[in-house]
């Protein structure tokens, strides 16, 4: 997988709660919004 760039990063795993922790960390303010919208509906 490393070989293919499917991997990003090892880690030690007595590092994993840690690592777990700053990803979520930084998304917890991430907020997605929703596309806007091209076309209205057209009155018939």
Do not use: C, F, S, Y
Request: charged share 35%.
């Amino acid at each position: 997988a490393a070989e293919h760039g499917l991997v990003d990063d090892v880690i030690d795993p007595a590092d994993t709660r840690a690592a777990i922790a700053r990803g979520l960390n930084a998304l917890r303010d991430k907020r997605i919004e929703p596309p806007r919208r091209k076309h209205g509906n057209t009155p018939l």
